[in-house]
Nanobody
Framework: QVQLVESGGGLVQAGGSLRLSCAVSGTIFRIIPMGWYRQAPGKQRELVAA???????NYADSVKGRFTISRENAKNTVYLQMNSLKPEDTAVYYC?????????WGQGTQVTVSS
């Protein structure tokens, strides 16, 4: 069974940066197009960044130019570098397979951006 462990969240002022990490186990990580999702209070979970099966990256319009997804296959880890953070980025962030998430999710990591 796939296990996902997110970390790196925290409280940051608007304009600041955070780098999220997600350790993945239980799958052949290097072939999985991973993604980052977020869920704000009262809203549906949304995909904000993901790899495609061809290795390209896609971003939601709301984070394009500010967030960067990357991965380190040797460590079974996917990252999300978040710059120029805005209060509307406040959410719990999760990693999972991009576009076709697995049924099980990690605990997520809370990101709070103060104005």
């Amino acid at each position: 069974q796939v296990q996902l462990v997110e970390s790196g969240g925290g409280l940051v002022q608007a304009g600041g940066s955070l780098r999220l990490s997600c350790a993945v186990s239980g799958t052949i990580f290097r072939i999985i197009p991973m993604g980052w999702y977020r869920q704000a209070p009262g809203k549906q979970r949304e995909l904000v960044a993901a790899f495609t099966s061809s290795g390209r990256t896609n971003y939601a319009d709301s984070v394009k130019g500010r967030f960067t997804i990357s991965r380190e296959n040797a460590k079974n880890t996917v990252y999300l570098q978040m710059n120029s953070l805005k209060p509307e980025d406040t959410a719990v962030y999760y990693c999972n397979r991009g576009y076709e998430p697995w049924a099980n999710w990690g605990q997520g990591t809370q990101v709070t951006v103060s104005s």
